[in-house]
Nanobody, 121 residues
């Protein structure tokens, strides 16, 4: 059974840094795109950053220059390095991955359980 396990959230002061990790496990032939989304209180879920299997990246305008997404294909893991954090970055962060479980299978989306990031003084 496929699952995504996230770690690295917590409480940090404005200007601080956190690193989120998300590891995929289960029956995996190939993990294609991976990404991080977030949902702040009272707001819709939004894409924060995404990375393809060839490491092409895409960022929300609000995090460009502060957040960096990366991945380790050998470990089926995606990371989100968050620097210069602001109170408006406070949200539950969710990992997403498109996973193929065999050569001819279409990629299916999976979600992590979410990890809380709180930026406050």
């Amino acid at each position: 059974q496929m699952q995504l396990v996230e770690s690295g959230g917590g409480l940090v002061r404005p200007g601080g840094s956190l690193r989120l990790s998300c590891a995929a496990s289960g029956i995996i032939f190939r993990v294609t795109a991976m990404g991080w989304y977030r949902r702040a209180p009272g707001k819709q879920r939004e894409l924060v950053a995404a990375i393809t299997s060839r490491s092409t990246t895409n960022y929300a305008d609000s995090v460009k220059g502060r957040f960096t997404i990366s991945r380790d294909n050998a470990k089926n893991t995606v990371y989100l390095q968050m620097n210069s954090l602001k109170p408006e970055d406070t949200a539950v962060y969710y990992c997403n991955a498109l996973v193929r479980d065999s050569l001819y299978a279409a990629p299916l989306p999976y979600w992590g359980q979410g990890t809380q990031v709180t930026v406050s003084s």
